[in-house]
């Protein structure tokens, strides 16, 4: 059987693995991984060696994306092990999706967004708040929920929406994305078709890479306007009258 080409690395059978043992070893000297499947069912991984410390946390993060990445599951599966877990974890479509650390730039730019929004609704009834904040999204005609955690998201719907636990089961008003390279089509094509199907009335894209904003408005459960900005513009909330964010401050002098 030829090896298949995944994002992961290679996947090879293990009878082709021990037939051509020499060749997977250069191609994991290389830098890549070998992932190994038996009866169809992957059993291991080779990996590039590194230092002691280095290899020791790369294999732990591996197997727990191994363990719960890409996995499916129902809701209520997902939510007795995402209560039993510290890791960061979203489920689009029934699948369980990690959720890496942001890195510096992502940070900056969603404390200069956490500080526009926090000074429009500022003694407004909505309210701001960001990422870790799981949402439950109820998606029309679909009767499972996914659940992710937007980096901004406005409630507008607070009162009778908030549990005993202090778990938020409202749909925001608005939501914010800030893309990276691992999540840019999540975030563009998922995420989009989750927030427009659940009742969210907007929705921000943060486009690092461009330097741009894109903003979607919903209406009746389908894209009804969308527009992007770029440096030089000011992009403006369709749903929120003056809420509007600099496109080129937010971006400028960025570590």
């Known amino acids: 059987m030829k090896s298949?080409?995944?994002?992961?690395g290679v996947v090879v059978?293990?009878?082709?693995?021990?037939?051509?043992?020499?060749?997977?070893?250069d191609y994991t000297e290389q830098q890549n991984d070998v992932v190994i499947t038996k009866n169809g069912i992957k059993v291991a991984r080779l990996t590039p060696y590194v230092t002691d410390i280095e290899q020791y946390f790369t294999v732990r993060e591996r197997a727990l994306?191994?363990?719960?990445?890409?996995?499916?599951?129902?809701?209520?599966?997902?939510?007795?092990?995402?209560?039993?877990?510290t890791l960061r974890m979203?489920?689009?479509?029934?699948?369980?999706?990690?959720?890496?650390s942001p890195n510096i730039g992502h940070q900056e730019i969603l404390?200069?967004?956490?500080?526009i929004f926090n000074k429009y609704f500022k003694g407004k009834e909505c309210r701001v708040f960001?990422?870790?904040?799981?949402?439950?999204?109820?998606?029309?005609?679909?009767?499972?929920?996914?659940?992710?955690?937007?980096?901004?998201?406005?409630?507008?719907?607070?009162?009778?929406?908030?549990?005993g636990k202090g778990r938020y089961m409202g749909t925001p008003t608005l939501v914010i994305e800030i893309l990276?390279?691992?999540?840019?089509?999540?975030?563009?094509?998922?995420?989009?078709?989750?927030?427009?199907?659940?009742?969210?009335?907007?929705?921000?894209?943060?486009?690092t890479k461009n330097e741009s904003i894109l903003i979607y408005d919903f209406v009746d459960n389908e894209i009804d306007k969308f527009k992007t900005y770029e440096k030089g513009?000011?992009?403006?909330?369709?749903?929120?009258?003056?809420?509007?964010?600099?496109?080129?401050?937010?971006f400028s002098e960025l570590i």
Request: proline letters at 2%; one cysteine or more; a negative charge.
């Open 4 to 8: 298949i080409n995944y994002q992961e």
């Open 13 to 25: 059978t293990a009878t082709e693995f021990k037939q051509n043992f020499g060749k997977y070893l």
């Open 65 to 85: 994306d191994y363990q719960y990445g890409g996995k499916k599951v129902s809701y209520e599966e997902f939510m007795e092990i995402s209560e039993k877990s």
């Open 90 to 100: 979203e489920l689009i479509n029934g699948e369980i999706h990690l959720l890496g």
């Open 111 to 115: 404390g200069r967004l956490h500080l």
């Open 130 to 163: 960001l990422a870790p904040f799981d949402v439950h999204f109820k998606k029309k005609d679909i009767k499972e929920p996914d659940v992710m955690q937007p980096d901004v998201l406005v409630a507008c719907d607070l009162k009778n929406n908030v549990t």
């Open 180 to 207: 990276s390279d691992s999540t840019r089509s999540k975030d563009m094509i998922d995420k989009l078709n989750t927030y427009m199907l659940s009742g969210v009335k907007e929705y921000w894209v943060i486009d």
């Open 233 to 250: 513009n000011i992009a403006g909330s369709f749903v929120f009258s003056g809420l509007s964010a600099d496109v080129e401050s937010l």
